[in-house]
């Protein structure tokens, strides 16, 4: 079988071990469209994982760094996702994404009838209930949330 290699970044962000099929919603969480690309962005998706079992997404943007917000969506919607920061070739920082226990103005609540989509002034907020696959609870109206990148703020 004949291996096909992603070209290295020079700077830029690499999102490995992202939960297989999930590539496209990192993309929208970074804000990525055809009118925001300015630099490469190579998406793999369902290639096989070499740390288990089973299949991955990977996404690499180069000249761009993620601030924490986003790093803690990408969270939600991929648990087990590995951020690493690469500058002049060289992996500068690696760190494993964090599911706080808690969830607050990251994803707003799919029940129409919660006060948070009563133009209330109450940030949504979330109780974490199941990391894998990631479910979250409102604190509100206690209604699951297992859908969660089609409600990502």
């Not at 964090?98 to 907020?125: A, F, R, W």
Request: aromatic fraction near 4%.
């Amino acid at each position: 079988m004949k291996e096909i290699k992603v070209a290295p970044i020079r700077n830029g962000t690499v999102i490995d071990h992202i939960t297989a099929g999930q590539a496209l919603n990192v993309l929208k969480i970074l804000g990525v469209n055809e009118n925001t690309i300015d630099s490469t962005i190579s998406v793999l998706i369902k290639v096989p994982s070499k740390k288990g079992v089973g299949w991955k997404d990977v996404v690499k943007v180069e000249d761009r760094e993620l601030d924490p917000r986003m790093v803690d969506k990408i969270a939600l919607i991929a648990p087990d996702a590995t951020i690493v920061i690469i500058r002049d070739f060289i992996v500068a920082e690696k760190y494993k994404v964090k599911l706080d226990d808690i969830v607050s103005g990251l994803v707003k609540c799919s029940n129409p009838h919660c006060i948070t989509n009563k133009g209330e002034p109450v940030e949504p907020e979330f109780r974490v209930v199941s990391r894998s696959p990631p479910k979250l609870r409102c604190m509100y109206c206690d209604r699951t949330l297992t859908r969660i990148s089609d409600n990502l703020l």
